[in-house]
């Protein structure tokens, strides 16, 4: 073995000692968020996956998460058995909390065919379901896991909910692909939102982490595809209507509706003339 690679070899044995936090194991996250949302709503799984004993699978679930805790157990106010135990006390509001957004997207999408479809196919719920998973565990004060949950969503669904945002009830994404929802965003109840919508910060340094970077979106607001609206000033009105490609670091009262405003050019040639003759719409 050569010094140089000695020398990085010490580097990193180093480096592994000075760091925080143990992480817990990402497949391991993985699976038991998924059996997790398959307990709740059969409907999603599949015919290798079915389960009829609910108690077993319960009780196996809170094992799953003591283990994925223990890692980061000098990091957490209680213990993994501890924690563990409260998360699952919450389980049955994080259950009627879900029903109300599946409600909510077969309600007010015209393609669904029923609220089973949505459980057990759409992503936009997926990623809700998995975001209000990883917030009541944020709630509990873990480190890192909620974190490594809602990117594990964003990784299947191309949805990116921070687990520290405050959503509230009937929460509706259609489509959902490139969604983002940042940290400190506030959402009140019955907001729906489309693909591409940006719910993000304007540019602040690292000092301000503490602090509300994200908007507010209150209730009853529907925000169309591509929309971008950043700032933790910036406070969307309820009941309001946010147009698609609309670039928002204002405020807006409540029923508003703002739209991006484009100018189409039609060329045509004139039969008498080479020279295109253009019309502003």
Same mark, same amino acid.
């Not at 077993?56 to 058995?81: D, F, G, I, M, W």
């Not at 209000?132 to 809602?150: F, G, N, Q, S, Y």
């Not at 990784?155 to 940290?183: C, K, L, M, N, R």
């Given at each position: 073995?050569? *010094?140089?690679?000695?020398?990085?070899?010490?580097?990193?044995?180093?480096?592994?000692?000075?760091?925080?936090?143990?992480?817990?194991?990402?497949?391991?996250?993985?699976?038991?968020?998924?059996?997790?949302? #398959?307990?709740?709503?059969?409907?999603?799984?599949?015919?290798?996956?079915?389960?009829?004993?609910?108690?077993?699978?319960?009780?196996?679930?809170?094992?799953?998460?003591?283990?994925?805790?223990?890692?980061?157990?000098?990091?957490?106010?209680?213990?993994?058995?501890?924690?563990?135990?409260?998360?699952?006390?919450?389980?049955?509001?994080?259950?009627?909390?879900?029903?109300?957004?599946?409600?909510?997207?077969?309600?007010?999408?015209?393609?669904?065919?029923?609220?089973?479809?949505?459980?057990?196919?759409?992503?936009?719920?997926?990623?809700?379901?998995?975001?209000?998973?990883?917030?009541?565990?944020?709630?509990?004060?873990?480190?890192?896991?909620?974190?490594?949950?809602?990117?594990?969503?964003?990784?299947?669904?191309?949805?990116?909910?921070?687990?520290?945002?405050?959503?509230?009830?009937?929460?509706?994404?259609?489509?959902?692909?490139?969604?983002?929802?940042?940290?400190?965003?506030?959402?009140?109840?019955?907001?729906?939102?489309?693909?591409?919508?940006?719910?993000?910060?304007?540019?602040?340094?690292?000092?301000?982490?503490?602090?509300?970077?994200?908007?507010?979106?209150?209730?009853?607001?529907?925000?169309?595809?591509?929309?971008?609206?950043?700032?933790?000033?910036?406070?969307?009105?309820?009941?309001?209507?946010?147009?698609?490609?609309?670039?928002?670091?204002?405020?807006?009262?409540?029923?508003?509706?703002?739209?991006?405003?484009?100018? *189409?050019?039609? #060329?045509?040639?004139?039969?008498?003339?080479?020279?295109?003759?253009?019309?502003?719409?």
């Amino acid at each position: 073995m050569t *010094t140089s690679t000695s020398s990085f070899l010490e580097h990193l044995q180093t480096q592994r000692a000075q760091y925080r936090y143990r992480l817990p194991s990402r497949p391991d996250a993985g699976r038991f968020i998924d059996q997790l949302m #398959r307990l709740l709503f059969p409907v999603t799984q599949d015919c290798k996956s079915v389960s009829q004993h609910v108690e077993e699978t319960y009780q196996n679930l809170n094992e799953q998460l003591v283990r994925l805790l223990c890692p980061l157990e000098k990091n957490l106010p209680h213990s993994a058995e501890t924690i563990s135990e409260r998360f699952f006390e919450q389980l049955p509001a994080i259950y009627d909390g879900l029903l109300l957004d599946a409600h909510a997207i077969a309600d007010n999408d015209p393609a669904s065919v029923g609220i089973e479809e949505v459980v057990a196919v759409y992503p936009g719920f997926y990623a809700i379901g998995v975001y209000r998973i990883a917030h009541e565990l944020l709630k509990l004060d873990v480190p890192l896991l909620p974190r490594m949950l809602t990117e594990y969503a964003h990784g299947q669904t191309g949805i990116d909910i921070h687990p520290g945002a405050q959503i509230g009830q009937s929460f509706f994404i259609d489509h959902g692909t490139g969604v983002v929802i940042g940290e400190t965003t506030i959402i009140g109840n019955n907001v729906k939102i489309y693909q591409g919508v940006t719910l993000g910060a304007t540019y602040v340094a690292k000092s301000m982490a503490q602090k509300k970077r994200h908007p507010t979106i209150e209730n009853n607001v529907v925000i169309y595809a591509n929309a971008t609206i950043l700032g933790g000033h910036t406070t969307v009105g309820h009941d309001s209507i946010i147009g698609g490609n609309v670039w928002l670091t204002n405020s807006v009262e409540a029923h508003s509706l703002v739209y991006h405003q484009h100018q *189409t050019e039609v #060329r045509l040639k004139s039969l008498e003339s080479a020279e295109p003759i253009n019309f502003v719409i």
